[in-house]
Nanobody, 127 residues
Framework: QVQLVESGGGLVQAGGSLRLSCAAS????????MGWFRQAPGKERELVAA????????YYPDSVKGRFTISKDNAKNTAYLQMNSLKPEDTAVYYC????????????????????WGKGTQVTVSS
């Protein structure tokens, strides 16, 4: 089992930036595709970024494309989500997720596929 712990959330003004970190322990992230999901009150959890376990492919939905960047540092056993040009609609709890040696497409990663979840970190964007 891999344990994931998110950090880096907080309150920012619209147009600001945050970098979320996902520290892993127990297993090496080199064997896991990684994803970042978010969930706002009253809404379903949605995928906002994913990276293949080999690190060669990334995915972003249109809602964040060009603003968010996912990365994976296997030496540090940590995944990141850099968020720029934040908007109030980005306000949500952000969750780190890991899927062991995923061979399926990362753009179809969903909650049912996830092997391990972090506990989440709150991101609030004010206008």
């Amino acid at each position: 089992q891999v344990q994931l712990v998110e950090s880096g959330g907080g309150l920012v003004q619209a147009g600001g930036s945050l970098r979320l970190s996902c520290a892993a322990s127990g297993r090496t992230l080199s064997d896991y595709a990684m994803g970042w999901f978010r969930q706002a009150p009253g809404k379903e959890r949605e995928l906002v970024a994913a990276i293949s376990w080999g690190g060669g492919t990334t995915y972003y939905p249109d809602s964040v494309k060009g603003r968010f960047t996912i990365s994976k540092d296997n030496a540090k056993n940590t995944a990141y989500l850099q968020m720029n040009s934040l908007k109030p609609e980005d306000t949500a709890v952000y969750y780190c997720a890991a899927d062991y040696r995923r061979y399926g497409s990362i753009w179809t990663l969903k909650s049912a596929d996830v092997d391990s979840w972090g506990k989440g970190t709150q991101v609030t964007v004010s206008s």
